[in-house]
């Protein structure tokens, strides 16, 4: 299996010169968080929501973007994709046909072709015991504290059985809408690259949030009154259901109960498709 045979071909993309609005515009009309860049038809950089974030006073495409992106080829294995995804922070990367833009492949799209396999290799190798929960009681700006605190890109919701009865992930603690308005109109400096660790970086750069900036608020209300349903699978549960699972529930990470249905940890997207490098040997 190779680039070309997962990649996504359709690529939403960016023109020098640009500036910041209209690269807006594209993620709003398009639901996207990131596009590659072009000038004179090639590749040469890559924006996301978290540059446009990091950069608040900077208006140019040229100064807002990643330039020399990371990228690979048509040809090369998806065991090449697999081994950069797992092991950057990258959640995408340009697929290119010699000079030419020739797609895009993100994480989503490997765990998308996974749920196709009928891979019967039990779930549990790929299970982090490190899952945050809380109480479904607590309230939402509580949780998104404590979120921000232990990095976590999802928090289990537990009743007073100490049941899971559902999850918040980065999507839920902020609707896209609050960062689309903060990104066109405020002029605060950004923060500084050293911020990082108080910024979460996850969910395909979706809803990036830095929570020290005032504008952003989180209700009192209990959590429970915002989560969504607990789908979770079993250490035994198979790979292409895990995967399935959570590319149906729109989720990069899903709880992982026990033969007690207590909560034992959690499965990440970016560790799910390393069995694609575990299978080949």
Same mark, same amino acid.
């Given at each position: 299996?190779? *680039?070309? $045979?997962?990649?996504?071909?359709? &690529?939403?993309? *960016?023109?020098?010169?640009?500036?910041?609005?209209?690269?807006?515009?594209?993620?709003?009309?398009?639901?996207?968080?990131?596009?590659?860049?072009?000038?004179?038809?090639?590749?040469?950089?890559?924006?996301? %929501?978290? #540059?446009?974030?990091?950069?608040?006073?900077?208006?140019?495409? *040229?100064? +807002?973007?990643?330039?020399?992106? &990371?990228?690979?080829?048509?040809? $090369?294995?998806?065991?090449?994709?697999?081994?950069?995804?797992? /092991? /950057?922070?990258?959640?995408? !990367?340009?697929?290119? $046909?010699?000079?030419?833009?020739?797609?895009?492949?993100?994480? %989503?799209?490997?765990?998308?072709?996974?749920?196709?396999?009928?891979?019967?290799?039990?779930?549990?190798?790929?299970?982090?015991?490190?899952?945050?929960?809380?109480?479904?009681?607590?309230? +939402?700006?509580?949780?998104?504290?404590?979120?921000?605190?232990?990095?976590?890109?999802?928090?289990?919701?537990?009743?007073?059985?100490?049941?899971?009865?559902?999850?918040? #992930?980065?999507?839920?603690?902020?609707?896209?809408?609050?960062?689309?308005?903060?990104?066109?109109?405020?002029?605060?400096?950004?923060?500084?690259?050293? $911020?990082?660790?108080?910024?979460?970086?996850?969910?395909?750069?979706?809803?990036? %949030?830095?929570?020290?900036?005032?504008? &952003?608020?989180?209700?009192?209300?209990?959590?429970?009154?915002?989560? =969504?349903?607990?789908?979770?699978?079993?250490?035994? /549960?198979?790979?292409?259901?895990? *995967? %399935?699972?959570?590319?149906?529930?729109?989720?990069?990470?899903?709880?992982?109960?026990?033969?007690?249905?207590?909560?034992?940890?959690? &499965? =990440?997207?970016?560790?799910?498709?390393?069995?694609? !490098?575990?299978?080949?040997?």
């Amino acid at each position: 299996m190779k *680039a070309k $045979d997962i990649m996504n071909p359709k &690529v939403i993309y *960016a023109t020098l010169p640009s500036n910041r609005q209209k690269v807006l515009q594209l993620f709003k009309e398009h639901g996207i968080s990131a596009v590659p860049v072009l000038k004179e038809g090639k590749l040469v950089g890559i924006v996301t %929501r978290k #540059d446009l974030l990091r950069k608040i006073d900077e208006d140019q495409l *040229a100064l +807002l973007m990643t330039p020399n992106p &990371v990228t690979v080829s048509v040809e $090369d294995s998806i065991e090449k994709v697999v081994s950069i995804l797992s /092991t /950057t922070p990258f959640r995408r !990367l340009p697929v290119l $046909d010699g000079e030419r833009l020739a797609g895009i492949i993100t994480v %989503r799209d490997i765990v998308r072709k996974i749920s196709e396999m009928n891979l019967n290799i039990p779930v549990k190798k790929y299970v982090s015991p490190h899952i945050v929960c809380v109480w479904e009681e607590t309230p +939402l700006k509580v949780v998104g504290e404590i979120m921000r605190l232990s990095n976590a890109e999802i928090c289990g919701v537990l009743n007073e059985k100490d049941e899971l009865v559902g999850i918040v #992930d980065e999507k839920i603690m902020l609707s896209e809408a609050l960062i689309e308005d903060y990104l066109m109109k405020s002029t605060q400096t950004s923060s500084s690259d050293t $911020d990082d660790k108080w910024s979460w970086d996850g969910m395909r750069d979706l809803t990036v %949030r830095y929570f020290e900036v005032s504008v &952003v608020k989180l209700p009192s209300d209990p959590v429970k009154k915002f989560m =969504k349903s607990a789908d979770f699978v079993y250490p035994q /549960t198979s790979i292409s259901k895990c *995967a %399935r699972k959570m590319v149906n529930d729109d989720l990069d990470c899903i709880p992982v109960l026990d033969s007690f249905n207590r909560v034992a940890g959690i &499965v =990440k997207d970016k560790d799910l498709i390393r069995v694609l !490098l575990d299978v080949q040997k």
